[in-house]
């Protein structure tokens, strides 16, 4: 099993090249997850570029923008134009009123525990965005394990069982989630965190898949366990 960030990561980056990370602004962060929940990476790009253009990449910028301009770019992810737009002017909203508390220099001072419970207050950053905003925007050592990256680590770990199956059991859910956590810990020393997690969630949301994963093609396939289990082409 590869272990340094030579190994898997880059095995990961030959196959795919290189992958954005998220933008570490916290507004962008936010913005960036909210359009990446239902888009493929290209359609996800086509809007981020799209509001970078507007611009619409800060609280003040998104209330400025015209409604035409920022229903257009948001359209272009594929998702709902409408429900995109109601959650970005919720989020500026959110993000205006509580300009002081969401300040990143001091989410950054008041530490992990104090920072999750301010971004608790935010109705558009459900428990995953949250957890990836620690990390990813305001640098807390944590390891923000979501659903996609759970599932390609235990696939590699552990052969496949019959519970398994794509619709997984909250238990299930949670068990699967802290064995991942514990493989990504025992690699935390040696590995770049933010870009071993952009890498695995990539791997799970476009060749790892929940149904009909593309082991043929898999450049980790080699060494899954799991491998010929999952219902993908072996």
């Known amino acids: 099993m590869h272990d340094t960030h030579s190994g898997l990561v880059g095995v990961l980056r030959e196959f795919y090249g290189p992958v954005h990370r998220p933008p570490s602004p916290l507004f962008q962060f936010v913005v960036w997850e909210l359009l990446s929940e239902h888009a493929t990476t290209g359609r996800r790009d086509l809007a981020w ?12 910028a998104m209330f400025r923008a015209p409604v ?5 770019a948001v359209a272009l992810s594929g998702g709902s134009r409408d429900e995109l737009v109601s959650r970005f002017r919720g989020l500026v909203d959110s993000f205006k009123r509580q300009r002081d508390t969401l300040d990143e220099s001091r989410l950054q001072r008041v530490g992990p525990i104090a920072a999750s419970r301010a971004l608790r207050a935010v109705p558009q950053v459900n428990d995953e965005i949250r957890r ?8 807390f050592a944590l390891l923000p394990v979501d659903e996609d990256t759970s599932r390609v680590i235990c696939r590699l770990i552990e052969p496949l069982d ?20 514990v493989w990504l810990l025992a690699r935390e020393q040696d590995v770049d965190s933010r870009e071993l997690l952009t890498y695995l969630q990539h791997h799970g949301r476009h ?13 980790l396939a080699p060494e899954c366990l799991s491998r010929g289990q999952t219902g993908g082409a072996s």
């Open 207 to 219: 060749t790892c898949l929940a149904v009909g994963p593309h082991c043929g093609v898999c450049p």
């Open 132 to 139: 990836r905003a620690l990390l990813f925007s305001l640098g």
């Open 68 to 72: 035409k301009e920022l229903t257009d």
């Open 162 to 181: 019959l519970a398994g199956q794509a619709r997984l059991s909250r238990r299930r859910q949670r068990r699967d989630r802290r064995k991942a956590r």
């Open 49 to 60: 570029n799209a509001l970078r253009k507007i611009p619409a990449l800060t609280p003040d």
